[in-house]
């Protein structure tokens, strides 16, 4: 099986080569590209069911803003100064905020995984409860955490999961 049916090796490699501008200091991140990577993860959220539809809706919008404003907008640092030269950065809708959305997205999808390889087992109930409970129930509201939290009980087994992301093992 290729690798283009392996999303999480596109991933991995998409970040490997922005964490190798980010490295070098020398370079500043493209929006672009930046976008394309974060474009990868989206199917990530949809494999993990109802409890993280809106997370992915919102997830997809962020990241399609800033794959616009990679239309007239270089690097993320010049977005970022952008928007605090139009006082706009706390603003909804401002590329900056939607950066920082974005941002806690990869960070949901980082402590899963990260949490999924410590736990073991076959359920994801925890690992994605922990993800959601560092990463985004802090800037949620009660109703928002109360769904989130009815939604856990709806999430595939680790092997669904992994099935669906064609990483169940099998070349």
């Known amino acids: 099986m290729a ?7 596109k991933i991995a490699d998409a970040f490997r080569e922005l964490a190798e501008t980010v490295n ?38 962020k990241v399609d803003d800033l794959a616009e404003a990679s239309k007239s907008i270089t690097t ?38 990260e949490q999924i390889l410590a736990t073991g087992g076959n359920s994801l109930r925890d690992p994605a409860s ?7 129930a802090p800037h949620h509201g009660w109703a928002i955490r109360t769904a989130v939290a009815a939604g856990m009980y709806a999430l595939p087994t680790r092997a669904q999961l992994l ?7 099998s070349n």
Do not use: W
Request: hydrophobic share 40%; charged share 30%; net charge positive.
């Open 163 to 169: 099935r669906k992301l064609n990483e169940d093992g």
């Open 76 to 113: 993320l640092q010049a977005m970022v100064d952008q928007d605090v030269e139009r006082n706009c950065v706390r603003k909804g809708g401002s590329h900056t905020r939607n950066l920082l959305r974005v941002k806690r997205g990869l960070d949901m999808v980082r402590v899963l995984f």
């Open 3 to 9: 690798d283009v049916d392996k999303p999480l090796r």
């Open 24 to 61: 070098s200091e020398t370079v500043d991140v493209e929006v672009a590209r930046f976008s394309r990577a974060c474009s990868l993860v989206s199917p990530l959220f949809g494999c993990l069911g109802i409890a993280f539809k809106f997370a992915e809706m919102d997830y997809v919008a």
């Open 130 to 136: 922990k993800a959601y409970a560092q990463v985004f």
